[in-house]
């Protein structure tokens, strides 16, 4: 015999100026719905695990074979969370139908699966229920579900333009270039638009490592940068900017976002050609001109595009570990990007500062931020920081080569930071480590607190007891 749900529910009675407020019991059986952070990761599965299948059918591969299905998930969950690892090269192993399949899972895992179930509901004349719209808020890191199918229209709109406009731009590029040529110019142009727009870093150039051939086409990589700045900012400051045009008139968040942008947009690409300016195997083997451009690029791409103009096997250990910190970064919160996220440490950098002035809020331009917010931001950090931590030595035992720590711990950030550079460890990856990479792919994609969330969605029925205070000696 199943136990029976009670609900406790607040009656509020007036009399003659007078308010009575009685807890009372609804017996009222409560259902058991899926939570949206598990609604969230099932979709994900779902899509991730469809991919999988479509890639290792005969169909999918240029040679018309049955693709290893180990190597069909790493594809799968590298595109769906618009990651961009690869252990098969995309230009030669895949079949235009196979191409076709990468693409649309980029694009579905770069606006969030729900975005497009929503878009698709609304297609079919079909309702929306509140539980969708919950899903849906969670995918696109909302706090508040108020206008958010109509902001999933305008984030689907926003996309395709972008899309579209750098799609043409690449057109016209491809059209004349020697390695693609005019017959594949179309396709090549949308394949790399959405690889860009949502970040995923994938790419069809054939005997490249990534854009390596177009590290002195400084229009191409300007084009990419162009369609990854957004996937950086985030369609909300994005929108935002547009809209207010002047920064004083822009609200906290983007004003915070703008900020740590410019601020490490340059460190990052200054950091990266001081340190490689003279290293023949990546940006010493250029033109002075092209140097500036590439580091100018890897400044902006290190943080969640993951498209590369050197070999990153070749740089050295020094760089790698200043590139570690960007990567830890991330995007901005509600980007295709991911990370801690920019809006994090932003908010950990305001409570320091109130820490270090005397202040008893954290602040930023003239607002408070919250404490539950910093609350959130320690625990991402932490639950971030850990999951790196914990997942280089076992990913450094699942290699079928030696690697150094520092290359280990440079793939495993650009791993679970969904960016997508990699040293080459992927290639030397067991089969358990490839599996192993594709739950991490999804886990980066989601986020640790997401995944927190699901497990701990079930909240308890009563309400929680303040203990007494006592002084803690820290520091």
């Known amino acids: 015999m199943k136990k029976q749900q009670f609900r406790s529910e607040r009656l509020v009675s007036v009399k003659r100026g007078r308010s009575i407020a009685l807890d009372m019991a609804n017996t009222l059986r409560r259902p058991n719905r899926i939570s949206p952070q598990v609604a969230l990761i099932l979709g994900f599965f779902a899509i991730i695990g469809s991919g999988t299948i479509l890639l290792s059918l005969p169909f999918a591969s240029a040679n018309n074979t049955a693709t290893n299905i180990i190597d069909s998930l790493f594809t799968a969950a590298s595109a769906t969370g618009t990651v961009g690892l690869v252990v098969l090269e995309t230009s030669t192993h895949w079949s235009r139908a196979g191409h076709i399949i990468i ?30 719209r919950q899903t849906l808020a969670e995918s696109m890191s909302l706090r508040a579900i108020g206008g958010v199918v109509g902001l999933a229209k305008r984030l689907l709109v926003f996309t395709i333009a972008v899309e579209i406009v750098g799609g043409l731009l690449l057109f016209f590029q491809f059209q004349n270039d020697k390695i693609v040529g005019p017959e594949d110019a179309v396709f090549y142009a949308v394949f790399h638009s959405v690889s860009a727009v949502t970040v995923s870093g994938f790419d069809l150039i054939p005997g490249s490592d990534s854009l390596r051939v177009y590290s002195e086409s400084p229009l191409f990589l300007m084009t990419i940068l162009f369609m990854t700045i957004q996937g950086d900012l985030g369609f909300l400051v994005v929108v935002e900017i547009f809209r207010k045009l002047r920064f004083s008139a822009m609200n906290m968040e983007t004003k915070l976002v703008l900020v740590l942008n410019a601020f490490l947009w340059p460190m990052a690409g200054i950091g990266f050609a001081l340190l490689e300016w003279q290293n023949a195997n990546s940006l010493g083997g250029l033109p002075i001109a092209h140097r500036v451009t590439n580091a100018v690029f890897h400044g902006f791409t290190v943080r969640g595009a993951g498209f590369s103009t050197v070999d990153f096997s070749m740089i050295g250990e020094l760089t790698m570990i200043f590139m570690i910190l960007f990567m830890i970064v991330g995007g901005a919160s ?16 305001a409570a320091m500062k109130s820490s270090l002035t005397g202040r008893p809020y954290a602040e930023a331009f003239g607002r408070t931020i919250t404490t539950d917010r910093i609350h959130v931001s320690i625990t991402i950090l932490i639950l971030y920081l850990t999951l790196l931590f914990v997942s280089v030595p076992v990913i450094f035992s699942l290699l079928n080569a030696e690697f150094s720590i520092a290359k280990t711990l440079f793939d495993t950030a650009s791993l679970i930071g969904i960016v997508g550079l990699s040293t080459g460890l992927p290639s030397e990856l067991s089969g358990l480590g490839k599996v192993f990479y594709s739950l991490m792919m999804f886990v980066g994609r989601l986020g640790p607190l997401l995944i927190a969330l699901a497990l701990l969605s079930r909240r308890a029925r009563h309400g929680w007891r303040k203990f007494p205070a006592s002084n803690l000696r820290v520091g």
Do not use: W
């Open 334 to 349: 509600a980007s295709m990007s991911s990370g801690v996220r920019v809006n994090t440490i932003g908010a950990l950098l």
């Open 103 to 132: 693409l649309i899972l980029m694009q579905v895992g770069g606006l969030g699966f729900m975005a497009g179930a929503i878009l698709l509901f609304m297609a079919l004349g079909r309702p929306i229920s509140f539980g969708h």
